[in-house]
């Protein structure tokens, strides 16, 4: 359940460029693509440590049996969501 690629490139550029940050990208009728460095964790107090560069992707469909994970039941599912971030003004 993790990848290695890349996270895509801000909109808009962080101060603090050179501080890992977390990624959180609304994946096309499926997952959240959570690119750590960060920690999912639940209200039993369970952690789950995503290393810098690494992935971990969340259920936003509601169907999965492994939430918060993705166990891919969107796609049997049928969810459809495909969402843009509004560009920001500069
Ligand atoms: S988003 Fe994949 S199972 Fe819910």
Redesign the pocket.
């Known amino acids: 359940m993790t990848e290695t690629a890349a996270p895509a490139a801000p909109l808009v550029a962080s101060p603090a460029a050179a501080t890992p940050t977390v990624t959180i990208t609304p994946?096309d009728n499926?997952?959240?693509k959570v690119t750590g460095p960060v920690t999912i964790a639940d209200t039993a107090g369970n952690t789950w440590p995503i290393a810098e560069g690494r992935a971990v992707?969340?259920?936003?469909?509601?169907?999965?049996a492994?939430?918060p994970?993705?166990?891919?039941?969107?796609?049997s599912?049928g969810?459809e969501s495909v969402v843009r971030a509004p560009v920001p003004e500069v």
Not at 57 to 64: D, E, K, M, V
């Open positions: 994946r499926g997952s959240y992707f969340l259920c936003r469909c509601g169907h999965s492994t939430k994970f993705c166990d891919g039941s969107h796609t599912a969810f």
